[in-house]
């Protein structure tokens, strides 16, 4: 019997990346730790992508009900819109299920530094460099760490 896939929205596709231990506090750190050790122990672990609310989200203080609410009222529309960005670049569609390897592997093929500027333009963690660093990092050959 196989396990039912990790829900990952878009945009988390790269923000696992640059996990460095950051976060809004400290349950979601750990909440989003617990899933970057789970996706870093197992690259053949099925994820499903999804725009919208997710296993990241759930320990997330911004989550109210099903929506991001970090922005106010018009936050659960941006990220969704950051999401469907992220997925479109990747060549993903929204409720695909797929090995979190390939999801790496086309990060790799489709995802440059310099793209990540547009692609997360709305990300306030991006001018921190973690995860340029991530993304260099796969890029370069290493295992996401």
């Known amino acids: 019997m196989q396990a039912e896939p990790l829900v990952l929205r878009g945009h988390h596709v790269l923000c696992v990346l640059g996990f460095r231990g950051y976060g809004y506090s400290e349950q979601f750190v750990a909440g989003m730790r617990a899933i970057v050790n789970r996706l870093r122990a197992a690259p053949e ?3 499903e992508l999804a725009v919208g609310r997710d296993l990241v989200c759930l320990s997330c203080p911004h989550l109210v009900g099903e929506v991001c609410k970090k922005r106010g009222a018009e936050s659960g529309e941006d990220t969704a819109a950051h999401d ?4 479109d670049w990747l060549g993903f569609r929204v409720g695909q299920r797929l090995a979190w390897s390939a999801v790496l592997d086309m990060v790799r093929q489709t995802v440059k530094p310099e793209d990540l500027p547009n692609l997360c333009r709305e990300c306030e963690w991006s001018p921190l460099g973690a995860c340029e660093e991530g993304l260099r990092s796969l890029l370069n050959g290493a295992t996401v760490k």
Do not use: A, K
């Open 45 to 47: 672990m099925m994820v």
């Open 84 to 87: 469907r960005r992220v997925l």
